[in-house]
């Protein structure tokens, strides 16, 4: 599970890990989790990251290592970006009311000026003729996402 994490999110966690680990001793006790977990701005759902918890922490000491940590971590990071995925269809969908699998760029103008209500026309043409790079009129869903996302 954690070879699913880029290095820059282990490095991340393990920093948080290593500030919680006070005395040292590559464990951290449950309660310390919410603690980072709120710290990187995670959200979760309490009885939920109870059962992970538990699941992790097996023998009841009330402590887990840095790989126990980091597989409770990764499910509600990778969580959050399934979540976001989802809106964002949601969204290109209610915009692609055809079903074509693509938007007009009027359509994605609307959406981009209702996400940030102070970028200018001149801002609003600039980010268009980025994402509309084969100058189609149209933006598919992926390059939606890839606006969305930065991926």
């Given amino acids: ?5 880029d290095d ?6 393990r920093r948080a890990f290593t500030m919680f680990d006070s005395n040292k001793s590559g464990k951290i006790e449950r309660e310390k989790v919410r603690l980072i977990l709120n710290t990187l701005g995670y959200t979760y759902d309490d009885s939920e990251l109870d059962r992970l918890l538990s699941a992790e922490d097996t023998e009841g000491k009330g402590t887990l290592t840095f790989d126990e940590f980091c597989r409770v971590a ?6 959050d ?3 976001l995925q989802k809106e964002l269809k949601e969204a290109f969908r209610l915009y692609d009311k055809e079903g074509n699998g693509y938007i007009p760029i ?11 209500d102070q970028l200018t026309g001149d801002q609003l043409n600039e980010m268009i003729a980025e994402i509309d790079t084969d100058s189609s009129g149209t933006v598919d869903f992926d390059e939606f996402m890839e606006m969305m996302t930065g991926d």
């Fill in 81 to 83: 970006d399934e979540a």
């Fill in 74 to 79: 990764v499910h509600f990071s990778e969580e």
């Fill in 8 to 13: 820059e999110h282990v490095q991340l966690l």
């Fill in 1 to 5: 599970m954690i070879h699913e994490m």
């Fill in 106 to 116: 009027s359509s994605l103008r609307e959406i981009l000026a209702a996400l940030d």
